[in-house]
């Protein structure tokens, strides 16, 4: 059994910090640093005071890092600066972890809680005073975008749900839906499916728990690859060797890349399920690719504002939802040019770090106001309401469009 | 222009920039690929076109690619012509109106953040103020908490400096106490940028400044004068009512940053499509022609075909080229074979030439890649900016007019081989 936590300690000490020329690209890139003195920036808490860590942490200004990843993305020179940083922060919060860090990488705990009551839970967390308890207790702030509870699961539906009566032309996929879009973003899943569906694919979408990444991010790295895993072995079980598509930007990421790079999760499985997942919008642009997407697009004549979420963007295959979007006629899309709309995962939920968060995200929410003809479009599900909650305008998935264009809403 | 021509570029600096640019104005599905953001924010922010040959040149700088090409064969200019820079020059231009200053008449030469006075083509309209003349008055005024500029440095350095035509520049050094954000004691340029985007600092800035600036001098600034609202310069200028110019500063610098911004936004909103974080991890050849580039995205890699390739992954300091520790350089990428000049790569004389830097792949006029023997190694493969080989561009303050030659030179290549198999097809 290995010692915990020894893949991050050890990684310390190899990690990609002797490429960094200190050209500060990464500096001008951090949405963090941007807007608060108390994070340094990426380059001072990553390569540079890594030289200084001994095991420990020489400060920790490190805890404001908001793992959101613009500083790799931006590195010219492929310093890691953003997975360095997780690790260091994962070792430095080992032995004083916040009960609240624990609680709010609970994403599926909370999901099987507030769906029996959802009116109740969402009454709940629209409750001030509830609110107010909430953050003096647990710490997670009482402005903080919380998800609405729904009364039914993606996965009761998927149960009840009839696939269309046309022969399944395209072979089966397997669906991942996240745990926000099995409990939360359920119609988001439900478009997925009916696109994939209209498009000839028989959907398999087997039982499937949590990816971990809200752990991950929290630093509870050995709950997070035991989540991981599991989920691994789930998606294996929709079959062999299938392309796993997901509607969840940021968790499509976790299986692709951030276990492994981050906890160093080095098993045949998650390869596996790495190699074979796409997010949807990667998905249909594939198609597109190779002549396979039909384009028999229905008229829909808006400018949305677009934002791709920072954990979108460092899957660094560009931002295939813009294309996608743009095949349909008279759709016009603003990207939003931010690195992040400050929320990164359960960053912006806590009560000492929700300012910044705002602070973060304010250029978007004022942009999204500004340019928005009724809706603003994101991959990733917190951060849809975060840009909700900040911008007062409806935030929905890129597939919302594609499923309508495609006549099915 | 057949809308299922596919360019991908590599490189997202100002020769990649610009080329994505200008194939996909044409008309063209450009992707852009990059392993992160491109060098331009590295610079000063200025379009240097030859600046030292080595002696310093002040007049007609596109007269001096001639004359230095003609007397250089293996630098760039030897096949880029002075004409190609211009055009490449006027391109930028125009993609990025009110920004420059200057007509390719001459070098303006303006104080450096050490005090030096640095030959450039056009600098920017902030900048310009800061040209030296003989019995100019110049202060120039640091802020406290900004260690990147020292403004004694600098008026000592311009002051003791004569000028090429006779005559030096009077100056003086003052301080400001104005952080850039509360309780920061230690800003780096990029956070005083942000504030003099907000008009409130603006002012408190201007208030501050006045109480330093005598009647009759010209303010010479750390380059932080706005970043994203483009109106602060001028703001600040018709606030205080004297002449303001501003000096980039070692990285971040923001008057660099303001050219990378909106070369980037030009782009994107252009609908290329710019994958940003991935490396480029090899070119699938097939008859002679680049097929695809395998990048090597999250999860698995990824192709991206097309008919034509821009290669401007930057130079030995971009890790475009990289040096072993025997000594042997070589392209990284694509394998491209390399121009390697002779004798030692690396001299101990701080001041003089690192023939390192001009290690790079040679090209012919429609910026293909040449082997030893002359011949062209891929068809579809246009090479341009800091991979080219026979210039010490730092040194030269040539990079700029290389990049910007090359890149549009490398993009009407691209162009005219397209219409001439049009023009076949439809024969």
Known sequence: ?409 | MSMDSRAVVVGAGMAGLVSAIRLRQAGMDVTLVTQGIGGIQLGQGTIDVLGYVPERVLGQPLAAVTAYGNAHPHHPYAILSADDVRAGVEFLRALLPDTFVGDLERNYLLPTAIGALRPTALPQVTMAEGECTPGKQMVFVGLRQLKDFWPELVAGNVARTELPGGGRVSTRAAWLDLPARANEVDSTPLYYARAMDDPAYRKRFVDALRRVVEPGETVGLPGVLGLADRGAFADITAQLGQPVFEISTIPPSVPGMRLNDALTRLAKDARVKVVLGSQVLCANIDGGRIRSLTVGTTGRPTEYAGEHFVFAPGGFESGGIELDSYMKVSEPTLGLPLWVPEGDLVVADHNAAQPLFSVGVRFDHDMRVLDTAGDTVHENLHVAGGILAGASRWQEKSGDGIALASAVRAADAILESVQNLEGARNA
């Open chain 1, 1 to 409: 059994m290995p010692e915990p936590l020894e893949y991050p300690k050890a990684m310390l000490t190899r990690a990609t910090l002797d490429a960094c020329i200190k050209c500060t690209i990464c500096e001008t890139a951090c949405p963090v640093s941007a807007v608060t003195p108390l994070f340094p920036g990426p380059k001072f808490v990553g390569p540079q005071a890594e030289r200084f860590r001994d095991g420990e942490s020489v400060d920790h200004s490190l805890d404001y890092c908001s793992s959101c990843g613009a500083c790799t993305l931006a590195c010219p020179q492929g310093v890691q600066i953003a997975e360095l940083n997780s690790q260091a922060r994962a070792v430095m919060k080992e032995d004083n972890m916040p009960l609240r860090d624990k609680l709010i990488g609970q994403t599926v705990l909370m999901g099987k809680v507030m769906t029996p009551f959802a009116p109740i839970a969402n009454a709940a967390l629209g409750n001030k005073l509830v609110r107010t308890v909430v953050e003096k207790t647990v710490g997670v702030h009482r402005d903080a975008p919380m998800p609405t509870a729904r009364l039914h699961t993606f996965q009761g539906w998927m149960k009840k749900h009839q696939p269309p009566a046309s022969p399944r032309t395209r072979g089966p996929v397997v669906f991942f839906s996240g745990c926000a879009g099995g409990y939360f973003e359920v119609e988001t899943s439900i478009k997925t499916v009916e696109v994939l569906e209209h498009l000839g694919y028989e959907v398999i979408a087997p039982k499937q728990g949590c990816c971990g990444l809200a752990q991950q991010s929290n630093g509870l790295f050995d709950e997070a690859t035991k989540s991981v895993l599991k989920l691994c072995d789930q998606l294996r079980s929709g079959g062999k060797d299938l392309t796993i598509v997901s509607a969840s930007g940021s968790c499509a990421g976790m299986l692709k890349h951030e276990a492994h790079e981050i906890m160093g999760v080095d098993e045949e499985k998650l390869h596996d399920v790495g190699t074979r997942m796409r997010e949807i919008s990667e998905f249909l642009l594939e198609l597109h690719a190779a002549g396979d997407l039909p384009t028999d697009f229905v008229r829909n004549d808006i400018t949305v504002p677009y934002h791709a979420p920072c954990q979108l963007k460092s899957q660094g295959m560009g931002m295939p939802a813009i294309t996608v979007m743009e095949l349909i006629p008279g759709v016009k899309v603003i990207e939003s040019g931010r690195a992040c709309c400050g929320i990164a995962g359960t960053y912006g939920l806590k009560k000492e770090k929700y300012d910044i968060a705002q602070a973060v995200g304010q250029p978007l929410f004022d942009m999204v106001k500004e340019k928005n003809e009724g809706i603003a479009v994101c991959d990733t599900e917190t951060c849809r309401w975060q840009i909700e909650k900040g911008s007062g305008v409806k935030t929905v998935h890129p597939i919302w469009l594609v499923h309508k264009a495609y006549g099915l809403s």
